[in-house]
Nanobody, 127 residues
Framework: QVQLVESGGGLVQAGDSLRLSCALSGRTYSTHAMAWFRQAPGKEREFVSVITRSGDIIYADSVKGRFAISRDNAKNMVYLEMNSLKPEDTAVYYC?????????????????????WGRGTQVTVSS
């Protein structure tokens, strides 16, 4: 059974940094893409960033220049380095995995393209 487990969330102050990690287990074949989404209180879940196995990356405009995604294919891990955090970054952060390729990386902004999800890790940024 495929499982994604996030870690690294916490309570920080505005301007601080955090590094989230996500471990994928239970899958013996390579995973095309791994992504981060987030859901703030009272809002819908939104795309944050995605990285493909070959290293192609896209970011949401709201985090571009502040967040950095990376992955370790050998370890089935994906990371999200979050810098210059703002109170509006407060959310539950979810890791997601897409097993097969898509025709264009832009499609990976959408939740329904993913095959597996973690339970999330809370990030709270105080002002």
């Amino acid at each position: 059974q495929v499982q994604l487990v996030e870690s690294g969330g916490g309570l920080v102050q505005a301007g601080d940094s955090l590094r989230l990690s996500c471990a994928l287990s239970g899958r013996t074949y390579s995973t095309h893409a791994m992504a981060w989404f987030r859901q703030a209180p009272g809002k819908e879940r939104e795309f944050v960033s995605v990285i493909t196995r070959s290293g192609d990356i896209i970011y949401a405009d709201s985090v571009k220049g502040r967040f950095a995604i990376s992955r370790d294919n050998a370890k089935n891990m994906v990371y999200l380095e979050m810098n210059s955090l703002k109170p509006e970054d407060t959310a539950v952060y979810y890791c997601a995995a897409r097993f097969d390729q898509v025709s264009t990386i832009g499609l990976l902004r959408y939740e329904d393209r993913y095959n597996a999800w973690g339970r999330g890790t809370q990030v709270t940024v105080s002002s």
